[in-house]
Structure formats: C-alpha cells, structure tokens
C-alpha cells in the first residue's frame, strides 16, 4: 500500500510536473524526501518561498513545469513575486500548501496565518482548494493541468487529516 | 570611486552577448538592455524587485543553454538567500553579473549598503559560490569569457557609477516578452 506522499508525488509527475521546489514543513517530510531521492525530477531547496516563486519562473520560461511544496506561511513570504512576476507574466505554477494553523494544529502559534492564508489567497486572484483526506492525493495531482490551462498560479491546501492515513 | 555607470558597462556588454539567455533587473537595468539592443533572447523582469537572479537560476536548470543574469546591488540584497541557493544548487551554464552601483537606482540613487560596509563579492563567497570575479569596466570581456570556459556558477561583480541616462518604459507586454521567450528557450 502506497503512502499518501508517494501517491501524491506520483500524481503531480503523471500530471506533468518534472521540476520541484521545497521548503520544509513537518507534515510534507516524507514528500520532500522522497522528491529529492527521486531521479526523474529536478529538486531545488531555496531559503524563502519568494525566491522558489522567481526559481518556478524560469523553470516554466525554460519548458519544464514547476510545483512549490511549502507551508501556507510561504504564502505571506512571496506575495509580491506572485502577483508582480508569476500573475503578471500569466504563468502556470501549482503551489502545493500544508495548511498549518488549520483544525488539527498543536501550535498556536501557526493559527493566525492559517486563517490569514485564504483571503492572501483571494487578495491575489490565486485560485485555490482545500483537500482534507488522503484519498483526494490524486486531485491534487490533477491541478498541474489546471494551472497550465488556466495560466496562473493555484493553490492546493493541505490539512492535517489529508496527511493522516487511513482516516 | 568609478566613474563610469552602468550604461556605459551594458554599451560594452551587449555586443559581447552571444546564445545566452539574459535575464535582466527592474527598471533601469531593463530600459537601459531594451534600449541598447532588443533579443528574443531577453526576459525583461518588469516587476517582482529582487526576483532576477532567481529566475535566471530556474532558466539555467531547466535549460542546458548558457544564462546570463544582469543584476544590482540593490535587488540581490533585497534577495540575499539566493546567493547560497546558488552556491548549492546553481548549475554549470549559470551567470550571475552583478552590477553594483551602490544606489537603488530606479527609484531616486538612495545609497545602498554596498557604499556603506557591505561586499557582495565576499558575501558570494561566504555562500559558497567557488567563482566569484571582482572585474572592473574594462575587464567585462574577459570576465564573460572567463565564465564562458570553466564551469560555473558564477558570480561577477563590477562597480560602477550611479546614475541612469532618461529612457522610457519598455513598450512590449508582459505575456508577449513570456511568449517569445518561451519559443527561444526551446529552440535548442
């Protein structure tokens, strides 16, 4: 039986997506290790999520098909470059969000970015949906094709229960 | 304290520039590449102040053509992280010229701190880039082709004047710059 992350990942290649930038989150472990042990993909770790936003443009002006695997708070880091860069050059780009500070969360800290992250979201003009069980791996997949089609940034936010298994 | 500005350095550039894929700063730096000489091989960064070299970064990994990214002082400080995302992850056909002028050009020559206390050159350094080139205006040719024969990625930093000549604004739209850009980069 395949985890979810392995499920996950699996989708977002099948879906197109050949180039990753990471920036770590508890809850995404196990899918950014297995991105950076994975052959077929291109793996960069930056310092800061906006940084990833200006990487992921290059890599889309350059013919491969980025995805951002980042906590929600990345958001917050990078609205500049999302809207100034990846909107204005109407460019694909699916960032795959863990959405701390959402039900589940054990750090209190977290939680007023987790309410904040959707308006940002919407402040942006930055489509996104929230997936909350393991079984929707494959829908999240599935939006490397929206975001080509739809020629802008999408959000997909994480919440605890999609990474619990089983439930 | 050069004399020359960045203009001047971009003049002696531009007629250097081979089949890299340029990616060039906001603002000035931008006007100033458009005015000397339009490429389709120009990424124009119209907005997203400090993103430059990042995008270059993500060109050079996604492409096995050379890319060349014109940059300031101003915007990498603005971005620092990316000199140690470079050093760790930037690939061998990765250009990083940093232009360093001490001003925040674009919006009025406000000092940055590369005219108080801060090296960008050693700050490279620092990161890990093994090739950072310190060149002065006249030596941009050999700094090129420096990077062009041994593997990079590489950081040249030169210091000039402030101080901009008056150019308009690029009249060319966001998505068409996407577009012709798209259809070089995949040319080879």
Same mark, same amino acid.
């Given at each position: 039986m395949?985890?979810?992350?392995?499920?996950?990942?699996?989708?977002?290649?099948?879906?197109?997506?050949?180039?990753? /930038?990471?920036v @770590?989150c508890?809850?995404?472990? $196990?899918?950014?290790?297995?991105?950076?042990?994975?052959k $077929? !993909?291109?793996?960069?770790? @930056?310092?800061? $999520?906006?940084?990833?936003?200006?990487?992921?443009? &290059?890599?889309?002006?350059? &013919?491969?098909?980025? !995805?951002?695997?980042?906590? +929600?708070s990345?958001?917050? +880091?990078? *609205?500049?470059?999302?809207?100034?860069?990846?909107?204005?050059?109407? %460019?694909?780009?699916?960032?795959?969000?863990?959405?701390?500070?959402?039900?589940?969360?054990?750090?209190?800290?977290? /939680?007023?970015? &987790?309410? *904040?992250?959707?308006?940002?979201?919407?402040? %942006?003009?930055?489509?996104?949906?929230?997936f909350n +069980?393991?079984?929707?791996? $494959?829908q999240?997949?599935?939006? /490397?094709a929206?975001?080509? !089609?739809?020629?802008?940034?999408?959000? *997909?936010?994480?919440?605890?229960?999609?990474?619990r298994?089983? /439930? | 304290?050069?004399?020359?500005r960045?203009?001047?350095?971009?003049?002696?550039?531009?007629?250097?520039l081979?089949?890299?894929?340029?990616?060039?700063?906001?603002?000035f730096?931008?006007?100033?590449?458009?005015?000397?000489?339009?490429?389709?091989?120009?990424?124009?960064?119209?907005?997203?102040?400090?993103?430059?070299?990042?995008?270059?970064?993500?060109?050079?990994?996604?492409?096995?053509?050379?890319?060349?990214?014109i940059?300031? #002082?101003?915007?990498?400080?603005?971005?620092?992280?990316?000199?140690?995302t470079?050093?760790?992850?930037?690939?061998?056909?990765?250009i990083l010229? =940093?232009?360093?002028?001490?001003?925040?050009g674009?919006?009025?020559?406000?000092?940055?701190h590369?005219?108080?206390?801060? #090296?960008?050159?050693?700050?490279?350094?620092?990161?890990?880039?093994?090739?950072v080139?310190?060149?002065?205006?006249? #030596? =941009?040719?050999s700094?090129?082709?420096?990077?062009?024969?041994?593997n990079g990625?590489h950081?040249?930093?030169?210091?000039v004047a402030?101080?901009?000549?008056?150019?308009n604004?690029?009249?060319?739209?966001?998505?068409? =710059?996407? #577009?012709?850009?798209?259809?070089e980069s995949?040319?080879?």
């Amino acid at each position: 039986m395949l985890s979810v992350s392995q499920r996950l990942l699996e989708s977002l290649k099948q879906h197109g997506a050949d180039f990753f /930038v990471t920036v @770590p989150c508890k809850l995404s472990a $196990e899918l950014v290790r297995l991105i950076s042990e994975d052959k $077929e !993909v291109i793996h960069v770790a @930056p310092t800061r $999520e906006e940084e990833g936003v200006g990487i992921c443009a &290059g890599v889309y002006l350059s &013919g491969k098909m980025p !995805v951002m695997v980042i906590q +929600n708070s990345g958001i917050g +880091n990078s *609205a500049n470059a999302l809207a100034a860069l990846t909107q204005l050059y109407q %460019l694909p780009l699916l960032l795959v969000c863990t959405h701390r500070g959402s039900p589940g969360e054990r750090i209190g800290a977290q /939680v007023p970015m &987790g309410i *904040a992250v959707k308006g940002i979201l919407d402040a %942006l003009e930055i489509p996104h949906f929230s997936f909350n +069980n393991h079984s929707q791996a $494959e829908q999240v997949g599935g939006l /490397v094709a929206y975001t080509q !089609v739809a020629q802008r940034p999408v959000a *997909a936010l994480l919440g605890f229960d999609f990474w619990r298994e089983g /439930v | 304290m050069p004399v020359t500005r960045r203009f001047e350095l971009l003049e002696k550039l531009v007629p250097l520039l081979q089949d890299e894929l340029v990616v060039s700063n906001i603002g000035f730096p931008s006007q100033e590449l458009y005015f000397l000489g339009d490429s389709k091989r120009h990424f124009y960064m119209l907005g997203s102040m400090g993103m430059a070299s990042s995008i270059g970064l993500g060109m050079s990994l996604g492409t096995h053509r050379r890319v060349l990214v014109i940059d300031g #002082d101003g915007s990498v400080l603005m971005n620092l992280g990316t000199l140690s995302t470079i050093a760790n992850f930037g690939p061998a056909n990765y250009i990083l010229l =940093i232009v360093d002028n001490g001003a925040y050009g674009s919006t009025g020559d406000q000092p940055t701190h590369t005219s108080g206390k801060t #090296d960008l050159a050693a700050m490279a350094r620092g990161a890990g880039v093994s090739s950072v080139i310190e060149a002065g205006l006249e #030596d =941009i040719a050999s700094a090129l082709e420096h990077a062009r024969q041994n593997n990079g990625p590489h950081v040249i930093v030169i210091r000039v004047a402030p101080g901009s000549p008056a150019l308009n604004p690029i009249p060319l739209s966001p998505v068409y =710059i996407r #577009d012709r850009f798209i259809r070089e980069s995949k040319r080879l």
